[in-house]
């Protein structure tokens, strides 16, 4: 009896530790990113691009993971609606604007490190919290579509592009809320807020998420 006894507890015992999920985590995003950019007076914006994410993560505990992964954020865009004649000059760097009209936009993207809190609600729902720092990447461009200037000497015609790079670490928070299918795999929707160099980018986001 008492062999009998063992056994099943051991049977009982393998099945429960079967029943719980790994430690791991794959987690995928896909949404919409908008940057908390001023409307100008003369230029058109177009702040909002798609945005998707990929973190790996590890449970410390049934609350509390630490995760990191890749986020790609879009781009955001300036196109002028009137032409602009007139000259400027900022950090040392003179421009001269004659008829022109221009394009500009800037993309970031980069690598998130942070923590990851969950929270039931109920056997199926859960509430979710992040935070963490982003180490971004970021490039602007701009286009010449009318007009000329000459920067610093330099001549540019119509069509001509200048570019720039900035890179830099910042920190990202975000909140969600997430339903289990099973023990293994759940869905949700989030909300993060990155912060790049003191600009805002909100993105709201579906997610998918596996254990192992």
Known sequence: MNKTKIALAAVL?????GAQAGPFYVDAHLGQATADLPSITGWSLDKDDTTYSLNLGYKLNDTLAVEGGYTKLGEASYSSTTAVSGSATVSGTTATATN??????????GFTLGLAGDFPISNAIDLSARAGVFFWDAKATGTLTAGTLVVNGTTYN???SLSAKDDGSDLYWGLG?????????????NFTRYDISGTDIDTWTANLRYNF
């Open 100 to 109: 022109a009209t221009f394009n500009l936009a800037a993309k970031a993207d």
């Open 158 to 160: 119509t069509g001509s």
């Open 177 to 189: 809320a997430s339903y289990k299918f099973s023990k293994d795999m759940r869905a949700g929707i």
């Open 13 to 17: 015992a393998m099945s429960a530790a």
